[in-house]
Structure formats: C-alpha cells, structure tokens
C-alpha cells in the first residue's frame, strides 16, 4: 500500500489518500487541541502513543465483535483504515457524571448515574459540537433510523467491552466519544467505528485517587499529559 496526497488536517490526525481508494493512512500528529481548537499545544510522543494505545483498543473491539476501521500498524505513528464516509455525527456515552454534562445540568463532577447515558453531537467545530437527538439527526438525512439504531447499540457495546477492561486496570471510564461510518464502496454494508479510542476522547479516572489520566489534563493544565496516556497505556497492557 502506497502514501499519496493529503486528504484532510485534522486538529491531530492527518490523513492520506492511498494507491488504492478502499483505504486510507492515518497520522497521528503531536497536536492536541480542546475547546473546539480553541487551545493548541504540541506534545511530545503524543502520536505514537495514541498511534500505538488506538491500535491495542480497537483489536480488543474487533475481537469482541465491533466491527472497526482499523487495519494494521504501518509504523510509530501511522495506521492503515479503511476508508469511511464518516457520519457527521459524535456518540458519547457517560457512566459517570462530567464534563459538558456537569456544567449543562448543574451537577458536580464524579456524580454516579443509575444507568449510563447516551448523547448524540452535531460534529461541527463552528457551532461548538452541539447537541441534538434522533429527530435532528433524521430531519435534517444525517444518518437513517436504522443507523441510528446501529450507532446507540454499536456504542454501548464498547462500553460493555472496554469498562471492564479499565476496571481491571484500576481505572473507571468515565465517558467516551465515538464515530462511525461505512465503506464508502459498500452503502449496505454495516456501519464500522472510525476515527479513534485514546484518551484524547474518553476520560479516564484512576478508580484509588480520582485522578485524571485524560485530556482533562490538558484541558485543565494539570501537565503529565502524555505521561498519563502512557501509564493507562501499560495498565491495559498497550506495548508502549
Ligand atoms: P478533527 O477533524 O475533529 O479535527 P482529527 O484530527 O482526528 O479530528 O481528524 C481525523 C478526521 O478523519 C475526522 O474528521 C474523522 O471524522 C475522520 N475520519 C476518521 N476515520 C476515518 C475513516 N476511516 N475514513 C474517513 N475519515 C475518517
Ligand atoms: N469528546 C471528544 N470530542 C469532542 C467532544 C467530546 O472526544 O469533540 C469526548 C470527551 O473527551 C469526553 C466525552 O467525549 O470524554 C464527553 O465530552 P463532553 O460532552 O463532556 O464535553 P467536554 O467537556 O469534553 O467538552
């Protein structure tokens, strides 16, 4: 498989066309950003740590049956995936409460849910990623109500896979992100979880401490950014 041309710069990956157009490269960069691109650093060994942490989580995903983009480790920092047309939406699902849904109800951080939620987000950097449900998402032809369907218990099936997997490792996954899409080839093939799983898009909490190991600690400054990264990393048995 043959690099070509830049398709898209994201805000930490770059992607790259290849010499065959059912797949695509993608570059872990060591940008990080928050706030809608708002605040931008460089980190050291950010790429390959996501490259690598990603790699290790969506084979443990597609063991378990979710069908996933990802197809092998090129080198330090890229990946092969298939190529998606992505839906322009974001998935989260919370088990504990944080983040914008701390500040949106009011709630403090750490509050336990009786059972996890799941929020959907208009991917949109402009309009600061807001928030819509089912209705928006058929009214306005983003994705069909089957793959709404799709994305909900696509979604919750990571949590069921990956919770315990954190669990073990002495962490508590708090909340996650997720997109998905279909090959773009194949408009009745199911859909596939794209993009990535690191802890630039999930929080992470030490289960003991409470403490961050996530993007928060960028978000919030509190430094060791990719030290943390790195240590979740290991406790989960990423080779880092
Ligand atoms: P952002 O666009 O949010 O700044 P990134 O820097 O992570 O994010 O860029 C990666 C982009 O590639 C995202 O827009 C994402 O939706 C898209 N993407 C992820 N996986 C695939 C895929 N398999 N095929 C096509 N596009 C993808
Ligand atoms: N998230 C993400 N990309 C986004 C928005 C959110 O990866 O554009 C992740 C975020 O890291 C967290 C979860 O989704 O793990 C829920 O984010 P939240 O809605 O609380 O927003 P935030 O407070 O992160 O802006």
């Known amino acids: ?26 570059h872990y960069r060591d940008d990080t950003s928050a706030f809608d691109g708002a605040k931008i650093a460089q980190l050291a060994m950010k790429g390959e ?5 990603n790699a290790f989580i969506m084979e443990q995903l597609a063991a378990a049956g979710v069908g996933t983009h990802f197809v092998k480790l090129l080198n330090e920092r890229e990946s092969l995936v298939k ?12 088990n504990v409460v944080a983040g ?10 750490g509050m336990p849910l009786v059972n996890p939620v799941f929020e959907f987000f208009y991917k949109s950097d402009a309009l600061h990623d807001p ?31 990956l919770k315990p997997l954190f669990a073990q490792a002495g962490l508590t996954l708090v909340d996650y992100k997720l ?3 279909r090959e ?16 630039d898009g999930c929080r992470l909490w030490d289960s003991s401490s409470q403490e961050k190991m996530d993007k928060d600690r960028f978000r919030r400054d509190l430094g060791n950014v990719i030290e943390a990264y790195r240590e979740v990393g290991r406790r989960i048995g990423v080779p880092l």
Request: hydrophobic content about 45%; glycine content about 6%; overall charge neutral.
């Open 100 to 109: 914008s849904m701390a500040k949106r109800l009011g709630l403090s951080e």
């Open 131 to 161: 928030m819509v449900n089912d209705y928006h998402i058929l009214a306005l032809g983003w994705a069909s109500a089957a793959d709404i369907e799709a994305m909900k218990t696509l979604t919750f099936k990571v949590n069921g896979v």
């Open 184 to 199: 773009a080839a194949k408009p009745q093939a199911p859909l596939l979880l794209g993009d990535e799983f690191t802890p």
């Open 83 to 94: 190529n998606l047309k992505m839906i322009p939406i974001e998935c989260v699902v919370r």
């Open 179 to 181: 997109e998905f899409g």
């Open 1 to 26: 498989m043959e690099k070509r041309q830049e398709l898209y710069r994201g805000k930490a990956k770059t992607v790259y066309t290849t010499d065959d157009p059912a797949y695509l490269v993608m």
């Open 49 to 53: 740590t996501n490259n690598r942490f």
